[in-house]
């Protein structure tokens, strides 16, 4: 059973960083592609980043220069280091992880930005 477990998100003045952490169990992580996704009160979940096996990283215009997403395959483990973060970017984020067979979503983890 394919479970996403996330972690790092918080309170943080605006300028800041936080770091998510979203630790997969349960599937093959090195050659799966993964995301983040974000969803904002009234507004539609986007994604923010994702990684493809290879390393290669695709980011949403309004956070690029600003987010960076990783992933280490020895820990089933991938990472989205938010800098320089504005109000705009409060919301929930969930880790995306897809398979051949489904697409696996973690429970989310609240981050709230404050002038």
């Known amino acids: 059973q394919v479970q996403l477990v996330e972690s790092g998100g918080g309170l943080v003045q605006a300028g800041g960083s936080l770091r998510l952490s979203c630790a997969v169990s349960?599937?093959?992580?090195?050659?799966?592609?993964i995301g983040w996704y974000r969803q904002a009160p009234r507004k539609d979940r986007e994604l923010v980043a994702a990684?493809?096996?290879?390393?290669?990283?695709n980011y949403a215009d309004s956070v690029k220069g600003r987010f960076t997403m990783s992933r280490d395959n020895a820990k089933n483990t991938a990472y989205l280091q938010m800098n320089s973060l504005k109000r705009e970017d409060t919301a929930v984020y969930y880790c995306?992880?897809?398979?051949?067979?489904?697409?696996?979503w973690g429970q989310g983890t609240q981050v709230t930005v404050s002038s």
């Open positions: 995306n992880f897809v398979t051949p067979k489904r697409v696996y």
């Open positions: 349960g599937s093959t992580f090195s050659i799966s592609d």
């Open positions: 990684v493809n096996p290879g390393g290669t990283t």
